[in-house]
C-alpha cells in the first residue's frame, strides 16, 4: 500500500516537474463573446501585468472594445478576405503592412527589446507591428497562444478593418478595435466572425458597415500608427517624442491646416499619395469603376520587397520613389575661392573657370512635394544622402561625396538627411534601440517645403581636360548598412540604392554663357527663394534676406517674399525691419493670415494687445487647426488673464497635437488659477515628463567630441571637402554682419 | 523502503532530464507547434553544453499509433561561410532554395522504409545554422502540407533567432 502511495507521489512530482502537455490551442467558434470571455480569463491567469492591472498593451496604446483579451481566431483571415478581394489580398501580401511583423529588419530589433527588457516590453513595438499579438496576450512570458494565426499576416484586414475609433493622435497603436465582424445584421449589429461569402454578396451594403468607416480615409486614421512616442514605462526615463510623420503632414501645405508654410499646395492626405487608385488586375468585390485604392501602400521601403523577393512591389515601390516632383535638386551656385563673389543661379549667369580654381559648390536639395519630412519615421535606419561628383571630359574624378565605400557604408563624410541618436552611455543608438535614446546629436533631416543647402569645395587640377561634369543626386537605401549587416550577416547581398532626384550642369574651362534651363528646374525666383529657406534653417539671416530681396526684384507681386524676410527678420531681432515687410506684405495681400501671424508677434512684442489679439483670432478663423495660432493666442490671452478663452486655445491646440509642452505647462497654471487642481496636476505631470531634459545636450556633445568624423555635420554652416585645411585662398564665411560672406554677381 | 529506494534513485537521475523537459523553447512555443501538429504537444529542450545560447528542442504529439514531431535544432557555427554547406547537406542535392527564411534557406522532403515521412527546412540567421524537421507517421498527410507546415515552423524559429 504505502507502495501504491509513494508510486502516486512520484508521479505527481514527475508530472509537475515536467509540465510539459500544454492546452490545446483556442479555436474560432461562432459564439465568439462566450468563448472570448473564456479565453480571456485563461490568458489573465498567467499575463505579465507589469504596466499595471488591465493594461494589456502598455507601453503601446493598441485597445479594444472591453478592454480584454481576445482570441487570435476572433481575426478573420487575409485569405477569407481574399476570396472576394483577390487584388487587394495580392497587393497586401506584399505590402509593408502584411510584414509589419515577421520582416527581419523588424524582429531583429524587437528581439533585442525582448532579450534585455522583457517581452512585456515589446507591446509599445507590436502595438501596430503585430496587434493581434498584443490584443490575444502572446506578449508573455510562457505563452500558451499559437503564433502561427498572427505572425505571419502582421496587420491583416480585419485589424485596420475592425477600428471603431480613434484615440488623440498619439500614435503607438491608438485605435480601438471591435472584436472582427465582417457582416452587421438587418439592425446594424455586428456579426463576429467569419460569415459566407454568398451572404456577403447578398448583403453588399452590410458586409461595408462592418468593415468601412468614413475616418479611414483621415490621416488621422495613419496617425495610429505613423506617429510614435517612447513612454516613460518603456525607457524608465521620460516621454520622448519619436517620429511624427503625422505631425509632418499636418504642417505641411498639404494639410491645408498651416497658414505658416512657404509654399501652398492643394490639399492631399496620406492616402492621396500612398494610396492611390489603380486599375484592376486580379477581381475584386470593392473596386469602383474597374480601379481599387492600393493596398500596397507604397512608400520608401525597398528592403522588405528585396528581402521576400516581391518583385512587384519592390518595382512599384522604386517607381513611387521616382516618379513624383518629390525632390528638386539645384546646382544653385559656385563661388571660386580667388574672390569669394557668388556665381547664381547658375545657368542664369555668365561666368569663367580655368585649371587650379578653388571651386565652391551651392546644392539646394528641396522637400517640394513630401507631404513629410526627407526621411521620415525611422531615420536612424533609413538612409538618404547626397551625392555630388565632379568628374572632367576624360571622366576622371575630380571630386566625389556620398560615395558607398568597398564595403557598402556610406562614406562617413557625406551629408546625409539622417539623425544621430544618442544613448544613456553616450553612445550612438545602435539596432534602433529606441529604448537607450537619450538625446539626438543632430538631425539633419530636410522638413516638407523647406530645403537644405549643401556646400562642397573642390580644386580643378591643373591637368583636367573641360568640360566638367557637376552632379548632384539624392540617393535612398533602406536600410543602412551597418543594420542591414547586424540584421543578416555581412554577407548579405547588396540592397537597393535609389536615386531619387538628380540634376547635373557642364562646366566649361573658359566661359560659360547662360544657358535654358532643365524642364524640371524651378523657376529663378523658386530658386532664390529656396536659398533663403535654407540660409534661414542654417541660421545664415543676413544671407537669407539677401536671397528673399532677389525674389522680391523677380516677383515683386509676391507677398509672400515680404513675408519671407520679415520672419527671418523676426529670427534675427530686427523688429523694425520685419514690420515694414509686413506691411508691404499686406498691402499685397491685406488678409494674408502668414503676414497676419507674424505681425500679431510684432504687436505683442510692441506691447499693442488689442491688435496682436486681433490678428491672431483672425489666424485662426482662418485656420482653426493651426497650432501655431492657436498656442499664441493662447499665450495672448494668458497675458491678459483671459483665462477660459487661454485654456480654450491650449485645449484645441493639444487636440491637434497631444505632446505640445507649451500647451501642457500653459494649462497647468491656468487650471490651477481657475480651481480645476485635479486637471492642473494632470498638465503639471504632463508636462514635467514630455518637457525636454536639460542635461541631456551634454550626452550629445560627448557624443560628438568621441566622433570627429561626423561632428561637423551638426553645424548647420560646413563644408564637404577633400583639399586639406588652409588650402582655400577665400573659404567663405558665414556672415555675422548686415553682408553676406560673398557678394552677388 | 528497500522497494522504494530504486524508484527514488530512479527519479533522482532522471529529474534532470525531466527539469529540462520543462525549460521553454527559446524559438517556439508548444501552442504553436501544438497549432503545426494539429493538437497538445509534449516538449523536450536540450541545451549544448558548447554553447548555452543554442538549443534543441522536440515537440511531439501522438494520436493513437500515429506520431507527429517537430524537431528544431540551433547551432551556432564558429565560420558561417565553412561550417554551413555541412548542415544544408542533410537535404541532400535536389532541395528547394526557399525565399525568406533567414539566409540561404532550402526545403526537402525525406521519407524513411519504416514509415516515417520528414519536411527539412535547413538555414541560417548569420552565424547560426537552423534545421527544422516536421516528421510523422500518418500517411494520409499530404506532402505539400507536411511542407508547409516545416517552412511555417522555420520562419517562426528564424524570426527569434534574428
Known amino acids: ?745 | 523502503m528497500h522497494g522504494l529506494r530504486p524508484i527514488l534513485l530512479t527519479v533522482t537521475l532522471l529529474l534532470p532530464a525531466f527539469c529540462r523537459a520543462a525549460e521553454m523553447c527559446p524559438w517556439l512555443n508548444a501552442a504553436t507547434a501544438g497549432g503545426a501538429l494539429g493538437g497538445a504537444v509534449s516538449m523536450t529542450v536540450a541545451r549544448r553544453d558548447s554553447n548555452k545560447d543554442d538549443a534543441n528542442c522536440d515537440f511531439v504529439r501522438k494520436q493513437g499509433a500515429v506520431m507527429y514531431e517537430l524537431r528544431i535544432e540551433v547551432q551556432t557555427m564558429g565560420e558561417a561561410v565553412k561550417e554551413f554547406p555541412s548542415y544544408r547537406a542533410q537535404c541532400g542535392s535536389d532541395a528547394t532554395p526557399l525565399k525568406a527564411i533567414g539566409n540561404e534557406a532550402v526545403a526537402c522532403s525525406l521519407d524513411d522504409k519504416s514509415g516515417y515521412r520528414s519536411a527539412l527546412v535547413v538555414s541560417r540567421v548569420r552565424d547560426r545554422a537552423f534545421v527544422i524537421r516536421v516528421i510523422t507517421t500518418d500517411s494520409a498527410m499530404a506532402a505539400a502540407s507536411l511542407s508547409e507546415k516545416a517552412r511555417s515552423m522555420a520562419e517562426q524559429v528564424a524570426g527569434n533567432l534574428f
Not at chain 1, 197 to 206: F, Q, Y
Not at chain 1, 327 to 349: E, T
Request: with cysteine; proline share 5%.
Open chain 1, 1 to 745: 500500500m504505502k507502495t501504491v502511495k509513494h508510486r502516486k507521489l512520484v508521479a505527481m512530482v514527475v508530472v509537475a516537474g515536467c509540465s510539459c502537455i500544454l492546452l490545446e490551442p483556442s479555436r474560432a467558434q461562432s459564439d465568439i463573446s462566450g468563448e472570448r470571455k473564456k479565453y480571456a480569463e485563461e490568458i489573465r491567469e498567467n499575463y505579465n501585468f507589469h504596466f499595471g492591472k488591465d493594461k494589456i498593451s502598455t507601453p503601446g496604446n493598441a485597445a479594444i472594445e472591453g478592454n480584454d483579451f481576445v482570441q487570435p481566431g476572433a481575426f478573420p483571415t487575409a485569405e477569407y478576405c481574399g476570396a472576394c478581394h483577390q487584388e487587394a489580398y495580392s497587393q497586401w501580401r506584399q505590402a509593408l503592412h502584411s510584414n509589419a511583423f515577421r520582416t527581419p529588419f523588424y524582429r531583429a530589433s524587437v528581439n533585442i527589446l525582448l532579450r534585455t527588457k522583457g517581452i512585456e516590453f515589446a507591446r509599445h513595438c507590436d502595438s501596430c507591428h503585430n496587434p493581434i499579438g498584443v490584443l490575444s496576450g502572446a506578449l508573455t512570458q510562457d505563452s500558451k497562444v499559437d503564433r502561427t494565426k498572427f505572425d505571419a499576416d502582421g496587420l491583416t484586414c480585419t485589424t485596420c478593418h475592425s477600428v471603431q475609433r480613434l484615440q488623440e493622435t498619439a500614435g503607438n497603436g491608438g485605435f480601438v478595435l471591435a472584436v472582427p465582424a465582417v457582416m452587421v445584421d438587418e439592425n446594424g449589429k455586428r456579426i463576429p466572425g467569419e460569415v459566407p461569402n454568398d451572404e456577403i454578396l447578398k448583403h453588399r451594403d452590410r458586409h461595408s458597415k462592418a468593415v468601412m468607416q468614413s475616418f479611414y480615409r483621415t490621416p488621422e486614421f495613419c496617425a495610429a500608427c505613423h506617429k510614435a512616442n517612447l513612454p516613460n514605462p518603456l525607457n524608465d526615463y521620460k516621454f520622448l517624442r519619436a517620429f511624427t510623420a503625422y505631425d509632418e503632414w499636418q504642417n505641411s501645405k498639404f494639410s491645408k491646416r498651416n497658414p505658416l508654410t512657404f509654399y501652398s499646395g492643394d490639399f492631399t492626405t496620406c492616402q492621396g499619395c500612398h494610396m492611390k487608385r489603380a486599375p484592376l488586375i486580379l477581381p475584386d468585390y470593392g473596386a469602383k469603376n474597374g480601379t481599387l485604392v492600393s493596398h500596397r501602400w507604397l512608400a520608401g521601403n525597398t528592403a522588405v520587397p528585396f528581402y521576400y523577393g516581391f518583385d512587384e512591389q519592390l518595382k512599384k515601390t522604386i517607381e513611387f520613389l521616382q516618379a513624383g516632383n518629390y525632390l528638386n535638386v539645384d546646382l544653385f551656385a559656385i563661388k571660386k575661392a580667388s574672390d569669394g563673389k557668388m556665381i547664381a543661379p547658375l545657368g542664369s549667369v555668365p561666368f569663367t573657370l580655368a585649371a587650379n580654381d578653388v571651386v565652391e559648390a551651392m546644392v539646394v536639395i528641396q522637400n517640394k512635394n513630401i507631404g513629410h519630412s526627407l526621411i521620415p519615421e525611422v531615420r536612424d535606419l533609413y538612409e538618404a544622402w547626397a551625392e555630388f561628383t565632379v568628374k572632367d571630359a576624360s571622366g576622371a574624378e575630380v571630386y566625389h561625396s556620398g560615395f558607398l565605400k568597398a564595403d557598402g557604408k556610406l562614406d562617413e563624410r557625406a551629408h546625409s538627411f539622417t539623425n544621430r541618436l544618442v544613448n544613456t552611455d553616450n553612445g550612438f543608438v545602435d539596432n534602433h534601440k529606441v529604448w537607450t535614446i537619450h538625446s539626438v546629436a543632430y538631425d539633419n533631416t530636410v522638413q516638407a517645403g523647406r530645403s537644405s543647402l549643401i556646400r562642397y569645395e573642390f580644386r580643378i587640377p591643373a591637368n583636367a581636360k573641360g568640360p566638367l561634369t557637376v552632379t548632384a543626386r539624392v540617393n535612398y537605401r533602406h536600410l543602412r548598412q551597418t543594420y542591414l549587416n547586424n540584421v543578416l550577416g555581412e554577407n548579405h547581398p547588396a540592397y537597393p540604392v535609389i536615386e531619387i532626384a538628380s540634376r547635373s550642369r557642364t562646366l566649361n574651362l573658359g566661359e560659360n554663357a547662360v544657358a535654358d534651363p532643365d524642364p524640371r528646374d524651378n523657376p529663378e525666383w523658386m530658386r532664390w527663394n529656396n536659398l533663403g529657406i535654407a540660409y534661414l534653417d542654417q541660421f545664415q539671416y543676413a544671407d537669407a534676406v539677401q536671397a528673399f530681396n532677389e525674389v522680391v526684384k523677380l516677383r515683386p507681386e509676391y507677398a509672400d517674399a515680404y513675408t519671407n524676410i520679415a520672419l527671418t527678420n523676426i529670427a534675427w531681432e530686427k523688429y523694425g525691419s520685419a514690420r515694414d515687410s509686413l506691411e508691404r506684405a499686406l498691402a499685397l495681400s491685406p488678409d494674408d493670415a502668414r503676414a497676419l501671424y507674424y505681425l500679431a508677434l510684432l504687436e505683442r512684442r510692441a506691447g499693442n494687445s488689442d491688435a496682436e489679439i486681433a490678428d491672431l483670432e483672425a489666424v485662426v478663423k482662418r485656420y482653426p487647426q493651426s497650432r501655431d495660432a492657436r498656442r499664441d493666442l493662447g499665450t495672448s490671452y494668458y497675458r491678459e488673464h483671459k483665462y477660459p478663452q487661454a485654456i480654450e486655445q491650449f485645449e484645441a491646440l493639444l487636440a491637434i497635437d497631444s505632446d505640445d509642452i507649451a500647451a501642457h505647462y500653459n494649462l497647468a497654471i491656468l487650471y490651477y488659477r481657475v480651481g480645476m487642481k485635479e486637471k492642473a496636476a494632470v498638465q503639471q505631470a504632463l508636462f514635467a515628463t514630455k518637457k525636454i531634459d536639460p542635461t541631456a545636450p551634454t550626452n550629445s556633445l560627448d557624443f560628438l567630441r568621441g566622433h570627429p568624423e561626423i561632428s561637423e555635420e551638426s553645424v548647420p554652416w560646413h563644408v564637404h571637402t577633400d583639399l586639406a585645411e588652409g588650402s582655400a585662398t577665400h573659404r567663405d564665411q558665414p556672415s555675422v554682419k548686415g553682408m553676406t560672406g560673398g557678394s552677388y554677381q
